[in-house]
């Protein structure tokens, strides 16, 4: 079983900041890319940021510049530090990973259950 949680959502004003992490647990062999998706009500979710287990980070160009990706693989965490945060930042932000689990031949996408991320004055 492996599972993934994500925290540090929250209320922040325009221009603030947040830190959104994520911990992955459970019987893992191997993480591969992880990353960051965001939905909002009746729209797909999109993805804005990935890191892979070497470092290499791609954003989307709506964040570009303003989040930073980053994974401590020793604690099978990732985060996602966000500054000047804008209303339309506003989102149910979730985490995945491609997990190797013990006894699985191949990786698997898993998502986390989301944070809520609200940017309001």
């Known amino acids: 079983q492996v599972q993934l949680v994500e925290s540090g959502g929250g209320l922040v004003q325009p221009g603030g900041s947040l830190r959104l992490s994520c911990a992955a647990s459970?019987?893992?062999?191997?993480?591969?890319?992880m990353g960051w998706g965001r939905q909002v009500p009746g729209k797909e979710r999109e993805l804005v940021a990935s890191?892979?287990?070497?470092?290499?980070?791609n954003y989307a160009d709506s964040v570009k510049g303003r989040f930073t990706i980053s994974r401590d693989n020793a604690k099978n965490t990732m985060y996602l530090q966000m500054n000047s945060l804008k209303p339309e930042d506003t989102a149910v932000y979730y985490c995945?990973?491609?997990?190797?689990?013990?006894?699985?031949?191949?990786?698997?996408?898993?998502w986390g259950q989301g944070t809520q991320v609200t940017v309001s004055s």
């Open positions: 459970g019987s893992i062999r191997s993480i591969n890319a």
């Open positions: 890191i892979t287990s070497g470092g290499t980070t």
């Open positions: 995945y990973g491609a997990i190797t689990s013990w006894g699985a031949h191949d990786q698997l996408g898993y």
